[in-house]
């Protein structure tokens, strides 16, 4: 199985359009936040579904020094996944996403019904946790929202989009789902994976 997107190149940046912050004049603000396009192809024979992951694994893990003027967040520290995207039950008969599709803007508390497929169901991405004890912005964070990575880091992020083939329709998966669940229910019934990734940050010092 192969995937591509006419939004981005493999490996290369991912432009400020399908990201949840840019710079701004007067520092750094949300920016359009729209998915990316993806599309894939040479499915597997007996495919019933697809899963679709956006996970960036370089997230700084010491949080007291994220978004700090006087400070910048070394490279070389460790890092730990943020999920931007998690959905499941995606028909087998669906080969592409449009941009602008699941995501457009982006919306206080998250989108409480994000588009999608039909049939298909958007869980939690890891916004949810971190603007939780934000009241202008706490509540369930569904669907795609995109990057906004620390302007202070000194990494390049990478956002990994990963479709998995599977051999059932459904997942058994709670009303409130996450990418660990998502992970958990569809373990033994992955028939193939593809993957691409951009990458992005909002540090002028930090180059390709």
């Known amino acids: 199985m192969h995937i591509h997107s006419t939004s981005f190149e493999h ?3 991912l432009p400020a359009e399908f990201a949840a912050g840019q710079p701004t004049a007067d520092g750094f603000g ?4 729209r998915n990316p396009h993806l599309a894939w192809d040479d499915v597997p024979a007996g495919t019933h579904s697809f899963a679709l992951l956006c996970i960036d694994p370089d997230v700084p893990t010491v949080a007291e ?9 070394p490279a070389e520290q460790p890092r730990c996944d943020f999920v931007h995207w ?18 457009d803007g982006v ?17 939690l991405n890891d916004y949810t946790g971190w603007f939780a004890s934000d009241a202008a912005m706490a509540g369930d964070w569904r669907g795609y929202d995109g990057p906004f990575p620390p302007p202070n880091d000194l990494r390049l992020h990478r956002y990994f989009f990963r479709v998995f083939a599977l051999d059932v ?29 951009g990458t992005y940050s909002l540090n002028p010092a930090v180059k390709d």
């Open 107 to 123: 919306v206080p508390h998250g989108k409480a019904a994000p588009a999608g497929p039909a049939g298909s169901r958007q869980g």
């Open 169 to 197: 329709a459904t997942l058994p998966l709670p009303a409130r789902f996450t990418a660990a669940d998502v992970q958990a229910a569809m373990h033994g019934h992955v028939l193939a994976e593809a993957a691409i990734y």
């Open 65 to 73: 020094m994220v978004g700090r003027t006087d400070v910048q967040i």
């Open 30 to 33: 949300f920016a359009p936040n």
């Open 86 to 103: 998690v959905m499941a039950d995606i028909p087998a008969d669906v080969r592409e996403i449009v941009a602008g599709a699941c995501s």
């Open 11 to 13: 490996r290369q940046r």
